[in-house]
């Protein structure tokens, strides 16, 4: 009932919800730009995004996302089947963008920009992109791959792009045909490794059990804004979008996640949610965690968050935090909500309804609670859903006897030191706990007599003196023999990567 009455606030169990639901899918199919419509036709003066360069309602955006949607498809022939790469950060273009080619059929890969130029021009020689969209600050990167008849710039004033492309032209007369959602395919593993395809096709029934949690859990539609800090390239970042339009919420983007100017923006529209990864939150609670208590709603994911930003945030910002768990593959699975990490602060939380989680050993075996090994995701929504098949994560954790589940760490950054099996997670949230660690990453390298030892790198808190053998002498009375760093090095910044994910393989080349 609860459930209920929710969608019936929020228009999606209303008779009036129903039938503007109903209309806009028979004038544009079953995709996004239909979702879009809905959302016009329920909420149309609404503000529905705002970027560093401009605003626009929800019957604005879906006007010139249409518009686009046709000069695109009447200069580049983008069809059903087609193939249109998107390569933006965060800004109104990448939503026109998105929710344009999925109106018109056409499979849409949102591309990382951060990729490096050996990294876009393999995958693109490889895939027959009928037309790439791009920011005009990486055009370097994809001079060997651009031509006149396959390309066109995000924003550009002068220069054809999304912003001017249907100026000039009249586009109110012209209709869309119906057509289904294209597959949308996000990226993995795009800027230090080898880039992996996430593919999956949008869709509603499929969906429901992650945005029914969201809704119940978060009491999303008690709220109205939300500041999207995750890139859109990324799955959780898209889902955010995509939720959040659906919500008819007032949606703020910035081109670059910059701690000064995110504060203000929070400030300034009073923004109530946020979707996050832990690095940003971090970042904002130390530079003023008073001009962010309008946010009633801090929704973070995409890299496992240490128990001490936890409790500096439950400290700070009361009970508003959730931590979401999820893969490309397997999508939005495991929720940890404001109760679950003040109770248990290392905690991912437990698996929403319709997920099934298996914690599986080498030989595939079923582990018990507190058995560290595999873990594995079994969702009606994920990309292999049709083959009904479980989603090995890649991520090693354990579940204890509540049904909390606990990660630690990627299986492929787990080490095998002199017989034992060494997780840098677990030695990780030990030495974060020292008031004199302001940050800490531990990994694994090559030792002689050991196989493999455990070398943390660690950012120093402000005007800390502390040195390697003080923290040695501390750290050897907390964590087992086997777990004791070989080294210890202090770094002034750990590097991260584009979507806030710490960067191990470069503090492997430091």
């Known amino acids: 009932m609860a459930l209920l009455k929710k969608l019936y606030k929020i228009n999606l169990a209303s008779p009036k919800g129903i039938l503007k639901f109903a209309g806009s899918a028979l004038k544009n199919g079953v995709n996004l730009l239909a979702m879009l419509n809905f959302a016009a036709k329920l909420y149309p003066q609404r503000k529905a995004i705002t970027d560093d360069y401009k605003s626009l309602s929800y019957s604005e955006l879906y006007k010139e996302t249409k518009e686009f949607a046709i000069a695109i498809r009447e200069k580049y022939d983008i069809k059903p089947k087609k193939k249109v790469a998107v390569i933006c950060k965060n800004h109104i273009s990448i939503i026109k963008a998105t929710f344009a080619i999925s109106g018109l059929g056409a499979e849409l890969y949102l591309l990382n920009p951060e990729m490096s130029e050996q990294q876009f021009t393999s995958f693109i020689n490889k895939t027959n992109f009928k037309l790439i969209i791009y920011d005009k600050e990486i055009e370097q990167k994809l001079i060997t791959v651009l031509t006149e008849e396959n390309s066109l710039l995000s924003y550009d004033d002068e220069k054809k792009s999304v912003n001017n492309i249907t100026k000039n ?13 294209g597959s949308i395919i996000v990226l993995t593993g795009g800027t230090s490794g080898s880039v992996k395809v996430a593919k999956r096709k949008p869709s509603i029934f499929d969906f429901l059990n992650p945005f029914f949690a969201l809704l119940t859990k978060l009491d999303l539609d008690e709220f109205k804004s939300v500041y999207i800090a995750i890139p859109i390239y990324h799955g959780f970042g898209l889902s955010t979008l995509i939720i959040s339009a659906l919500l008819g919420s007032e949606m703020y983007l910035l081109n ?88 248990k ?106 196989g493999q030892r455990l070398k943390a790198f660690v950012v120093k808190s402000k005007n800390s003196s502390i040195t390697e053998d003080d923290l040695f002498k501390w750290v050897k009375n907390k964590v087992a023999r086997y777990e004791m760093p070989a080294k210890i090095e202090f770094i002034d910044e750990i590097p991260i990567t584009p979507v806030g994910k710490i960067d191990r393989k470069a503090l492997k080349n430091l």
Request: without cysteine; aromatic residues 6%; hydrophobic residues 40%.
């Open 256 to 343: 670059k996640f910059e701690t000064e100017k995110a504060a203000n923006l929070i400030e300034k529209h009073k923004i109530e949610v946020i979707t996050l990864v832990p690095i940003i939150l971090k970042r904002l609670l130390e530079y003023n965690s008073a001009k962010i208590t309008s946010i009633k709603r801090i929704i973070t994911g995409g890299v496992a968050i240490s128990p001490v930003l936890v409790k500096d945030s439950l400290q700070k910002l009361g009970h508003t935090l959730f931590n979401l768990y999820g893969t490309s593959e397997a999508g939005f699975s495991v929720m940890a909500t404001p109760e679950d990490l003040a109770k």
């Open 169 to 181: 032209k009249n586009y109110n007369n012209y209709k869309l045909p119906k057509k289904k959602s």
């Open 345 to 450: 602060p290392s905690t991912i939380g437990k698996p929403i309804q319709g997920v099934k989680l298996k914690i599986f050993d080498k030989t595939g075996q079923t582990l018990k609670a507190g058995q560290t090994g595999m873990i594995s995701l079994k969702t009606k929504w994920s990309m292999y859903n049709k083959n009904d098949k479980n989603v090995a994560t890649g991520d090693l954790g354990y579940v204890d006897k509540d049904g909390h589940l606990f990660l630690a760490g990627r299986a492929d950054d787990m080490i095998v030191s002199g017989g034992e099996n060494v997780y840098p997670i677990v030695v990780e949230n030990v030495m974060i706990q020292h008031t004199d660690i302001e940050q800490v990453v531990v990994i694994g390298i090559n030792d002689s007599d050991f």
